[in-house]
T-cell receptor
Framework: GQNIDQPTEMTATEGAIVQINCTYQ??????LFWYQQHAGEAPTFLSY??LDGLEEKGRFSSFLSRSKGYSYLLLKELQMKDSASYLC??????????WGAGTKLIIKP | EPEVTQTPSHQVTQMGQEVILRCVPI?????FYWYRQILGQKVEFLVS????????KSEIFDDQFSVERPDGSNFTLKIRSTKLEDSAMYFC????????????????FGEGSWLTVV
């Protein structure tokens, strides 16, 4: 079966750094996505990784290791508005997006 | 910035009724999706659509569901006879398709349509 695992909830302090991990087992791999979703809103695209390594985009970075079936999203200089759910999703061999349940990130002042 | 638009934003319907959710994808995008998210649960893939036909569909997308591109701009999801468990947020999404790279790596989501079946 196909499976995406990520922690249910994490708490971090404003200004700090947090790393959200994601592990996956899917039938084929055509890229890994990170999305941000505020409650009641649509997911918004954050990053895409298809090759191993780190992709940096401002305060957010995403890392991929295909051999380990592992990715992380790194958020730096946390702001209160970063409080949201972060969704890891993998595109499989059929180009379907398989979604994780999301990690709810709580930012405390 | 171009965006995917969806209507209605909210709909309450009685069990057994038909519902049509409408979407206008980004104008130069050719690959379209419907996803749903039951309250508090993960996003689930329903169907993808390209070149006027279904490209992929999930187990959720059974005979009560259908999709259509009735004209050059709209993309609709029809639920024929709604059930209580169809209550969810339904997201339309689109991505571009280019001759050299195929389906784009960024999938743009609409704001969603909240469907409540009573």
């Amino acid at each position: 079966g196909q499976n995406i695992d990520q922690p249910t909830e994490m708490t971090a302090t404003e200004g700090a750094i947090v790393q959200i991990n994601c592990t996956y087992q899917t039938s084929g791999f055509n890229g890994l996505f990170w999305y941000q979703q505020h409650a009641g809103e649509a997911p918004t695209f954050l990053s895409y990784n298809v090759l191993d390594g780190l992709e940096e985009k401002g305060r957010f970075s995403s890392f991929l290791s295909r051999s380990k079936g592992y990715s992380y999203l790194l958020l730096k200089e946390l702001q209160m508005k970063d409080s949201a759910s972060y969704l890891c999703a993998v595109r499989d061999s059929n180009y379907q997006l398989i979604w994780g349940a999301g990690t709810k990130l709580i930012i405390k002042p | 910035e171009p965006e995917v638009t969806q209507t209605p934003s909210h709909q309450v319907t009685q069990m057994g009724q038909e519902v049509i959710l409408r979407c206008v994808p980004i104008s130069n995008h050719l690959y379209f999706y419907w996803y749903r998210q039951i309250l508090g649960q993960k996003v689930e893939f329903l169907v993808s659509f390209y070149n006027n036909e279904i490209s992929e569909k999930s187990e959720i997308f059974d005979d009560q569901f259908s999709v259509e591109r009735p004209d050059g701009s709209n993309f609709t999801l029809k639920i024929r006879s709604t059930k209580l468990e169809d209550s969810a947020m339904y997201f339309c999404a689109s991505s571009e398709v280019t001759p050299d790279r195929g389906v784009g790596n960024t999938i743009y989501f609409g704001e969603g349509s909240w469907l409540t079946v009573v």
